[in-house]
């Protein structure tokens, strides 16, 4: 007897902290310095250690070009997952994806300019940029559904997701009282 063919609806949790913090960490350590070398040959290409001075201060100018050339080298590295599946690279590797508050999949417009575009540039601000960023990862303590003040912004929720599997129907909630996403999930 064969086992019946399982619905491609299922139950996606929230991700745990644990998963968000080990994809923030796979994000902001090791992939940068997997990209060093693009990085460097960019920083070359521009001149841009032409903007900085015998005193190793950096110019307003040449801060924005290596700001810019780091946001390049993020949307080279993560623009296809983030489109296709809501996910970074760390995100990947961990299991986790980015959907909005009703579950569905956002589109890679959104996800750049609610939930990353805004923090950027707040990270620039004289000291308010330091406390926005501080205040962003610590607002994940808050609450039961584990999210940053960017997820707030853009109205996001990161969950649990299968390697392989992407988030596709309009029929996906989240259910805030279980803390589990009724999904129809395909494979990729």
């Not at 619905?7 to 929230?14: A, F, G, H, K, T």
């Not at 946001?71 to 980015?98: D, P």
């Not at 999210?147 to 929720?157: E, G, N, P, Q, S």
Request: charged share 20%.
């Amino acid at each position: 007897m064969q086992p019946e063919p399982s619905s491609s609806r299922q139950y996606v949790e929230l991700a745990t902290l644990a998963q968000r913090f080990q994809a923030a960490i796979l994000d902001k350590i090791v992939f940068p310095t997997i990209m060093l070398v693009p990085f460097i040959l960019g920083f070359d290409l521009l001149n841009l250690s032409g903007g900085i001075d015998e005193n190793f201060t950096i110019s307003f100018a040449t801060q924005v070009k290596v700001s810019l050339l780091e946001i390049l080298l993020f949307m080279a590295l993560n623009s296809y997952l983030l489109k296709e599946y809501g996910q970074t690279l760390g995100k990947r590797i961990v299991g986790i994806a980015v959907v909005d508050e009703n579950g569905l999949r956002l589109s890679l417009q959104d996800i750049i300019l609610k939930r990353y575009l805004p923090f950027w540039v707040a990270a620039y601000l004289p000291f308010f940029g330091f406390v926005i960023t501080i205040s962003n990862f610590l607002a994940i303590f808050r609450g039961d559904q584990r999210r940053c003040l960017h997820d707030d912004l853009a109205k996001t929720v990161v969950v649990k997701m299968p390697r392989g599997r992407k988030i596709t129907s309009s029929e996906t909630h989240i259910d805030s009282d279980s803390k589990s996403a009724a999904s129809d999930v395909m494979d990729a």
